[in-house]
């Protein structure tokens, strides 16, 4: 066996730069976004959006360290099993889900002796055992009368034998997948123990012998770097790049100017990586704090009721007084309190005091329900009814909006004060309590709780009243010990609506009383603790449960409860929302030492993108492009309460937002700080270091822009891929699949090279058909021995301008203009750069050789957007493919205005074309994009023909309505024999074939 010897693969090309099974890490990365809360990172805070799919960080490390050999396909196919997308892979990852049941292997799979691994219980009266006995699989077992179980002896390599064949009957790789645990949720020593023996077998020239992911890694390190690979993200955020490339056994380099993010990333690599010892220490240290807070609040007195029974949350409401009756009047957009219990708020007249007692009824009517559903908040108004008349004033005119000198919206709320933390009597908006839910006395500590909602009594009013008094007493001394927040809100993006909406001016009048009293105990306790570090994460985690931003949610006919603040990122106030008690401690617990990490080492830095302290081999990074998220403002919420008495760990760190620092928008600063960070990184990178930049994939200025930056950095783009990391409700069209490009980048060779764009386009050219060619190749290969192909067309697009960019980002100069220049060259609007060109130059390149089967070269040439768009996905649903972003991005490619107009569904996983039939005449219009196109005009011809219509009236109308009908009817037939071919209804295929067969005719007659 060869040795391992340093720097043998020093200027190897990287497995990603060739191949990279793109659309098995989407659907890995779906499946990962989709378990939600059970994602391995989000139990640090869920707060945190964006954090980026482990398995792709995972495929990203492994793809540019691995090297690529002459046998692509074998490269492939090693790389697909270390990531544990091959078919021993799958088999496992779904028996330890145990996905399938007994009896649906005795359907699936052909088996001669069934039990040998089966045990059956008869069931019907009509067989005997004897006959049993004699069944070979397959059959259907509920109709034989029989249920089945696995044997007691047989064992897990046993089961997977049936697992293998089972899953071979299953077409395509995501219905294999979808019956399957992640990766990362199976043992992984079991999970990938076939692999070791194929890997080292492919690697052996280059002395590999690995038996974990770690030692794979730390080889490849040493035969391309010298040592182990170092990984570094300069914007970690909430940690998923450095902790992944962590586990998978790289050194990890973590920097990033949030001191809230750079603690979450602390947290993935010391808490969630924490080795399996320090699990107890980490649990007794949460225990000691949830009892030591539940003992404070039990001897404060403000959370029980005389017979022993525990709030578990307080519904509050805003109150107001009506300007039209002078009556107070409490301002709930809906009075459900608990669907599943039909409990709801009861608004009860008290003409002595002009207000509304408020009683809480459970178990109420159908109607009662439904009244209930419309409170007395709605578009904007107040309104209610008093003695029969309904009374209507808007939101803004209680509070007083008007407009001030800058034109701006102003209004007269009372700002508040630093000790300020209820309402004052001649405030605009007061705040109320309206019920409880009670947890009863005997149930408070056991696993199922058992809860009932109630109305306000003077008891609890005088219990809210002690709260208030002890915050009173206490405020100004919690503040100076920093155990409650005096920072105020700085206005922005999203902090501005606090201040605006409700005169809040300080961080802790997003708080209420009781929370204050809360989290000043919570914030004491874990000062105090062995693990103040772990305590910051969790009481940040804490946080965004537990303010007056947490909204009752009672949906789906539940219980009830209250929502957290950032189910988005922003800062939503209510008119009613819930106070927790003190007897959720226990939900905000951390789960420790979820996955430890190997023996690596990682540095965490509070630092800008462009001052990395250290040196990376790799680069992975998700910059801020564009974002919507305002992670600074975010930040502000958390660290006015975590930036002082700051545990050890995080001592280094500057507490605060720095949002002057902060990377985001589009604009022109934009550009110059991320030329500054990703120069800064090509810098602190050695020669034969690779970089990989995610982004959002939008549109070809964005492309236009990143290019502009990295190829300013120094960069070179070597290779692009597309994955679809999540599927989205966010538009109003229906799903919206939220696609990211993994741009892979090389430090660009030294020295200058002009070129001109009349050179380069030529050579743009050659270098994509090249590169779509090769795929193509690989493509038919593992088709033929497979079953699928690995690349989609939106693979081969995105290679396509990978192709593209790799040729123009080896220049330095275009047209004489330096690329640094051009990349900080402010853009004016509607300007079309060269790099937007490119990327068109790219896109038609790649598109032109993407040919729909059945159309010939000639025809695609001269069709536009819209045509092209509508026949290659008719293409491509005949196949049965329906994923939204195929459409998505052959729509950006072709530069159809608006896809929509001729989608017919736009589900994320069952997207589908309008079919001839569907398009109703405003579709078809000459003012749309298809109804104005030659294909839009058939479209209506075999309509016309469908609905009876005369053959010659419409090929009249053909000729009268297309000047150039002569000249395009050839085209014209092209596309109806591809109908003919295509249509999923018959009726269609066989009007597109009267049709064509006329125009042909029309010919031979010679008209
Ligand atoms: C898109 S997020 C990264 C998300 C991360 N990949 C994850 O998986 O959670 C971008 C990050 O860039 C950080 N950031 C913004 N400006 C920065 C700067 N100038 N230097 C370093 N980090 C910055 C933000 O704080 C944010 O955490």
């Known amino acids: 066996m060869a040795e391992l010897i340093p720097l043998t693969l020093q200027d190897a090309p990287a497995l990603i730069e060739g191949v990279f099974p793109a659309q098995k890490v989407s659907f890995e990365a779906q499946t990962e976004r989709k378990a939600g809360a059970a994602q391995t990172l989000t139990g640090l805070g869920s707060y945190w959006k964006g954090r980026k799919p482990l398995i792709l960080v995972r495929a990203i490390v492994l793809g540019s360290l691995l090297p690529q050999t002459d046998d692509h396909e074998k490269d492939l196919e090693i790389f697909e099993s270390l990531m544990g997308f091959d078919y021993e892979g799958l088999a496992r990852r779904a028996l330890i889900q145990n996905a399938i049941k007994p009896k649906d292997f005795a359907s699936l799979i052909a088996l001669g002796s069934p039990w040998d691994f089966f045990s059956y219980t008869i069931k019907a009266s009509d067989i005997s055992a004897e006959e049993v006995e004699t069944w070979e699989f397959p059959f259907d077992a509920d109709a034989k009368g029989i249920t089945m179980r696995w044997r007691r002896d047989i064992d897990d390599e046993n089961k997977l034998v049936l697992y293998r064949k089972a899953l071979a009957t299953f077409s395509s790789y995501e219905e294999k997948a979808s019956l399957c645990k992640r990766p990362e949720e199976v043992d992984q020593n079991w999970l990938y123990a076939p692999v070791w023996t194929r890997v080292n077998h492919h690697y052996a020239q280059f002395g590999i012998n690995a038996h974990s992911h770690a030692e794979l890694v730390e080889q490849l390190g040493i035969l391309r770097y010298g040592h182990r690979p170092r990984a570094g993200d300069t914007f970690s955020g909430g940690g998923s790049i450095p902790f992944e490339a962590a586990r998978v056994g790289c050194n990890a380099y973590a920097a990033d100017l949030n001191p809230i993010a750079c603690m979450l990333t602390w947290g993935a690599l010391n808490i969630i990586g924490a080795p399996k010892e320090q699990r107890s220490m980490y649990e007794d240290a949460q225990r000691e704090v949830t009892q030591q807070v539940d003992k404070e609040l039990i001897a404060l007195g403000v959370e029980h009721d005389d017979e022993g029974n525990r709030a578990k949350a307080y519904l509050y409401c805003l109150e107001t007084r009506c300007p039209e009756t002078g009556w107070m009047i409490p301002m709930l957009p809906s009075r459900i309190i608990s669907p599943k219990h039909g409990t709801v708020a009861k608004l009860i007249p008290d003409h002595a005091n002009k207000r509304f007692d408020m009683e809480v009824i459970n178990n109420a009517s159908n109607k009662e329900i439904k009244d209930a559903e419309t409170g007395t ?159 910051w994460i969790a009481v940040a985690r804490m946080l965004n449960y537990n303010a007056k931003l947490c909204q009752w949610h009672t949906g789906q006919g539940g219980l009830g409860y209250p929502n957290h603040i950032f189910y988005n990122q922003a800062f939503n106030v209510f008119y009613n929302y819930a106070v927790r008690s003190s007897a959720w401690m226990k939900s905000y617990e951390i789960d420790t030492a979820i996955s430890p990490l190997p023996k690596v080492n990682n540095i965490i830095e509070n630092a800008t993108a462009n001052n990395p302290s250290l040196a990376c081999n790799l680069w992975i990074t998700d910059p801020p492009y564009a974002d919507a998220v305002n992670y600074h403002e975010i930040t502000e919420f958390f660290i006015a309460w975590l930036r002082k008495n700051v545990p050890e760990e995080f001592k280094d760190w500057t507490w605060d937002s720095r949002r002057a620092l902060a990377i985001k928008g589009i604009g022109d600063d934009f550009r110059r700080s991320m030329i500054d960070a990703y120069r800064a990184m090509a810098e602190n990178m050695p020669d034969d270091g690779m970089q990989c930049v995610m982004f959002t994939h939008q549109d070809t200025g964005v492309w236009s822009d990143m290019i502009g930056i990295f190829w300013a950095a120094g960069l070179q783009v070597v290779a692009a891929w597309y994955i679809a990391t999540e599927t989205t409700s966010e538009l109003k069209k229906g799903g919206y699949v939220q696609g990211t490009v993994i741009l892979m980048l090389r430090k660009r060779a030294a020295g200058d090279r002009a070129g001109f764009k009349q050179r380069i386009l030529p050579a743009v050219r050659t270098e994509v058909k090249h590169q779509i060619e090769t795929m193509m190749h690989l493509n038919d290969e593992v088709k033929d021995r497979m079953g699928e192909p690995v690349f989609n067309d939106s693979d081969l697009q995105m290679a396509g301008y990978a192709a593209a960019l790799k040729v123009l980002t080896a220049y330095t100069q275009i047209g004489g203009e330096d690329v640094t220049a051009f990349a900080m060259r402010p853009r004016q609007r509607g300007e079309v750069t060269v790099v937007d060109e490119i990327v068109q130059q790219a896109a038609e390149a790649a598109n032109s050789l993407l040919v729909p089967e059945g159309i010939a070269p000639d025809t695609w040439h001269k069709l536009n957007g819209i045509q092209r768009f509508y026949l290659r996905m008719m293409d491509m649903e005949s196949t049965g493919a329906s994923k939204l972003d195929n459409y998505q991005n052959f729509a950006k490619a072709f530069r159809v205005v608006d896809y929509t107009k001729v989608m017919a569904s736009m589900t994320a996983n069952k997207a589908q074309l309008k079919h001839v039939t569907d398009f109703v005449s405003r579709d078809l219009t000459e003012s749309t994009e298809l109804g104005a196109s030659w294909l839009g005009r058939l479209i209506i011809g075999l309509q016309q023909l469908l609905a009876e219509t005369e053959p010659q009236v419409v090929i009249g109308q053909l000729q009268a309505e297309l000047p150039d009908f002569m000249e395009v009817r050839p085209l014209l037939i092209d596309m109806l024999s591809f109908m003919e071919k295509m249509a999923p209804e018959d009726e269609v295929r066989q009007a597109a074939e009267v049709l064509g067969a006329r125009l042909r005719n029309l010919r031979a007659l010679g008209q």
């Open 377 to 535: 908040v709605h578009d904007g108004d107040l309104v209610y009814e008093l003695d029969g008349r309904t009374h209507r004033t808007p939101v803004k005119t209680l509070r007083g909006d008007y407009r001030g000198p800058q034109g701006n919206t102003l209004n007269r709320l009372r700002k508040w004060e630093k000790l300020d933390f209820i309402p004052r009597d001649e405030d605009i908006f007061q705040e109320r309590l309206y019920a409880i839910q009670w947890i009863t006395k005997a149930s408070i500590y056991e696993p199922r709780q058992v809860t009932c909602f109630c109305g306000v009594t003077a008891d609890d009013l005088a219990r809210e009243r002690k709260v208030e008094r002890i915050v009173a007493e206490n405020l100004a001394r919690w503040q100076n010990e920093s155990l409650t927040p005096d920072m105020e809100i700085e206005p922005g993006d999203k902090t501005d609506e606090p201040i605006r909406t409700r005169g809040w001016t300080h961080w802790h009048h997003l708080f209420s009383p009781r929370q204050l009293v809360l989290l000043a105990e919570t914030i004491r306790a874990w000062r105090n603790s062995t693990h103040p570090e772990l305590g």
